[in-house]
Nanobody
Framework: QVQLVEAGGGLVQPGGSLRLSCAAS????????MNWYRQPPGKERELVAG????????NYADSVKGRFAISRDNAKDTVYLQMNSLKPEDTAVYYC???????????????WGQGTQVTVSS
């Protein structure tokens, strides 16, 4: 059974920090690109950060560059999102995503966690 289990969300004051984690199981974690998405209240889901299967490349939404950092530990089948200098506009449900492209004979997939709430408020 494929599972992506997020943890680390909660309530934090503006300027504070949180570290989200996503523990993966049921598939070969090291083959998957991992992403963090978020969905603010009443807004569409948006990509926050992504990291390649080896961790060799990352990308970030402009709104979080310099404040957030995605990382992964393939030995622990876990991806992290370190969030610093949090702002109220960072408030959202954050989702972990595992993606592998369907190319040729390679079976692709697109898995999602259940989400974890991050609230930034004074």
């Amino acid at each position: 059974q494929v599972q992506l289990v997020e943890a680390g969300g909660g309530l934090v004051q503006p300027g504070g920090s949180l570290r989200l984690s996503c523990a993966a199981s049921g598939f070969t974690f090291s083959n998957a690109a991992m992403n963090w998405y978020r969905q603010p209240p009443g807004k569409e889901r948006e990509l926050v950060a992504g990291i390649t299967s080896t961790g060799g490349s990352t990308n970030y939404a402009d709104s979080v560059k310099g404040r957030f950092a995605i990382s992964r530990d393939n030995a622990k089948d876990t991806v992290y999102l370190q969030m610093n200098s949090l702002k109220p506009e960072d408030t959202a449900v954050y989702y972990c995503n595992a993606r592998r492209r369907w190319i040729g004979a390679t079976m692709g997939y697109n898995y999602w966690g259940q989400g974890t709430q991050v609230t930034v408020s004074s």
